[in-house]
């Protein structure tokens, strides 16, 4: 949050991600749902917001998260949301700033458990922060499937940078190619209102007896011997 001076890393361990075994930890339903708990979590009660993203056609998660910031604005949360995608080629921000501290202090410290990394990120700067998911303290939403059948596709997507959520268009996007250019209206909901109620939940996929066992046999010799049962508690083959 620029307003704040902070910038919240979130970290997840691989038992904790959607999918078995760390995967999907980048799609629409992760990232949106992070997205989610920060705003009930650590916002500052605004109305108006301003987002700076880089652009990631190729993960197809602009339509998903698109479709939640008017979800957020058409039952009230936000009054107006504006959204940038940054322009392939001037895609560094201060949040990478931010990411180069971490790295920097990374390469130089011992980190044997995902608590060690969340120490290197809150360490690096003043305004690095970590957050770690754990024990549910995020939860993950089918917010994928919910946009998907709630919210039409932004036909042409790809073309535009800049996009406008208000409160006076409800199910309407203001779509622009440059930032001071005309403002294309489209309409990706001809509902008045939304369901105030949140997708279904979904929970983390755990890991698979074999990731168990070769985190097991693998990687535990390589831990420090105090951390081992955090890291890669024993496995016993039955």
Known sequence: MEGAGSQRNYLIDEDQTIGRDGKNAHGPNTVISMLHHHFQNYSMGEKCAVFHCDNCPGQNKNRYVIGYLLWRVMIGLHRAIELHMQIPGHTKCQVDAGFAQIKKKYRRSDCDTLQHVADVVSKSSKSNEAVIIEDGNVKYYEWKEYIKTTFQPLKGIRKFHHFTFSALLPGVVLCSVDVDG?????????????????????????????????????????????????????????
């Open 182 to 238: 005309d403002k294309v209206p489209v309409i990706l909901s001809n509902h008045d209102q939304i369901s105030v109620n949140l997708p279904p939940e979904i929970m983390p996929g755990g890991l698979s007896r074999e990731r168990q066992e070769y985190l097991y046999k693998h990687i535990r010799p390589h831990v420090r011997e105090c951390f081992r049962d955090t890291t890669c508690p024993e496995f016993h083959e039955e």
